[in-house]
């Protein structure tokens, strides 16, 4: 999944991102409204933190200028306003959730999990494809009941390939909700992750689950095919 922070104050903005990558979420920030339109624009988020208090555009007008655009992105407001009136602006110019500073990092993250089940047809925050197990909670995965030792990478992107089980996702979408802006589209990154990410899966025999399609991309599915 992948995260857009809008806020002006770096530092705050450094420590909610760090933990958000932590916890497998790829991560841009923006440090003003007109850099965070011009970011939403050009790259499909699934979610965006935004604070109100905002350089060059507040928070209310880059969030309706985001929905004026088409975009699905899950947005949270993150602000030290907490007047109704200010939460009714928010949510009436097209803003999910709504959260006051100071605010716990785990209760940012709750919420963000929240919006971003809203996005799926199944909320359980399990997911199962064939004998693979993810639990979204814990971040954690089995494959026959044998836990797999991922890294925080490895993990984003098994579940993003989960979410999507059974459909073709190319490297393009993959790069576009794994990883952040500083990924090199020309580098082999994403095919040295599936590499590691098969060999985890299969290392006790089991069956090939992750299949590539050949100029299209990769899919995730336990029906037999050929690559």
């Not at 975009?71 to 007047?83: G, V």
């Not at 089995?142 to 089980?165: I, S």
């Not at 589209?185 to 590499?195: A, D, G, R, V, W």
């Amino acid at each position: 999944m992948r995260i857009l922070i809008v806020e002006d104050d770096p530092t705050l903005a450094d420590v909610v991102a760090c933990g958000l990558r932590e916890q497998s979420y790829a991560v841009d920030v923006a440090g003003d409204g007109d850099t965070a339109v011009y970011e939403s624009a050009i790259t499909p988020y699934d979610a965006i933190i935004l604070d109100v208090m905002l350089p060059k555009r507040d928070g209310f007008a880059v969030c309706r200028e985001v929905r004026r655009r088409g975009s699905t992105a899950k947005i949270l407001m993150l602000t030290a306003r907490d007047a109704v009136d200010d939460r009714v602006t928010g949510l009436d110019a097209g803003a999910d959730d709504y959260l006051a500073k100071p605010f716990e990092f785990r209760e940012l993250l709750a919420r963000l999990r929240a919006l971003l089940r809203r996005g799926h047809e199944v909320l359980s925050p399990m997911l199962q494809v064939s004998d693979l197990t993810l639990d979204t909670r814990s971040q954690t995965a089995q494959r026959d009941g044998r836990p797999l030792q991922l890294t925080t990478k490895e993990y984003a992107l098994l579940e993003f390939l989960a979410r999507n089980a059974g459909r073709i996702v190319g490297r393009a979408e993959i790069s576009d909700h794994v990883w952040d802006g500083r990924y090199d589209p020309c580098s082999n990154l994403i095919e040295s992750y599936m590499n590691r990410l098969r060999r985890k899966l299969e290392s006790d025999g089991g069956s090939k689950l992750i299949r590539t399609r050949r100029g299209a991309g990769y899919v995730l599915s336990d029906s037999a095919s050929e690559e």
